[in-house]
């Protein structure tokens, strides 16, 4: 999975409480993407940035929020989770950005919200 | 309307078959399109990537873009029970928006 990894790869958690999801890269690629996968949905964008400290919002930022302080990681937390956020979470990697760069994924982290 | 659309299927086919996934889209400013593959339990990896319109070869993969139609292509030749995944378009705008919008994903079983 080129150089990405994602912790913890399952968890099960309760409604209301917070939780944190950690992507960390080995390429130093600038991009990184956190996306959710869904049945009926594909994978939506929920937040990405573009260097350390720099990050914008993706289609589903709602109830999320992200933090990048070091070029390797980039944290994904759920302030409040909800059963709404059960979901497959993929984070990916993009050396600039751009189109013509690859985007390469995680091996993903699947998160029960009970 | 989403701007992306793709029929989830499942889509079976026997080894040796043609297969054909498609996707529609709604914004004529996309300009990159991708296919990527995604094994069961894993994370989507990249298969194909066109630049506007036309058609792409690699091995047994096809990819056609047909703009004025605002439709993609993905053709498999001499289908693989190895070629049994989830197949995503995926889109991004001119100028490097740096944001891939991702169809819903076709299923494909390839039986031998």
């Known amino acids: 999975d080129a150089g990405i990894t994602q912790s913890p790869r399952h968890k099960v958690t309760e409604t209301g409480t917070p939780v944190t999801l950690r992507c960390h890269q080995t390429?130093?690629?600038?991009?990184m993407y956190w996306y959710r996968q869904d049945p009926g949905h594909g994978l939506r964008l929920i937040h990405y940035?573009?260097?350390?400290?720099?990050?914008d919002k993706g289609e589903v930022s709602d109830g999320y929020s992200v933090s990048r302080s070091k070029t390797e990681d980039f944290l994904l937390t759920l302030e409040s989770a909800t059963s709404s956020q059960t979901s497959v979470y993929f984070c990916?990697?993009?050396?600039?950005?751009?189109?013509?760069?690859?985007?390469?994924f995680g091996p993903g982290t699947r998160l029960t919200v009970l | 309307q989403k701007e992306v659309e793709q029929d989830p299927g499942p889509l079976s086919v026997p080894e040796g078959a043609i297969v054909s996934l498609n996707c529609t889209y709604s914004n004529s400013a996309f300009q990159y399109f991708m296919w990527y593959r995604q094994y069961s339990r894993k994370g989507p990896e990249l298969l194909m990537y066109t630049y506007s319109s036309g058609n792409k070869e690699d091995g047994r993969f096809t990819a056609q873009v047909d703009k004025s139609s605002k439709y993609i292509s993905l053709f498999i030749r001499d289908s693989q029970p190895s070629d049994s995944a989830t197949y995503l378009c995926?889109?991004?705008?001119?100028?490097?928006?740096?944001?891939?919008?991702f169809g819903k994903g076709t299923k494909l079983t390839v039986n031998p």
């Open positions: 990916a990697i993009s050396l600039t950005g751009g189109a013509v760069d690859e985007q390469f």
């Open positions: 390429e130093n690629h600038r991009y």
């Open positions: 995926a889109m991004m705008l001119q100028g490097g928006s740096e944001k891939l919008v």
């Open positions: 940035s573009y260097g350390v400290k720099d990050t």
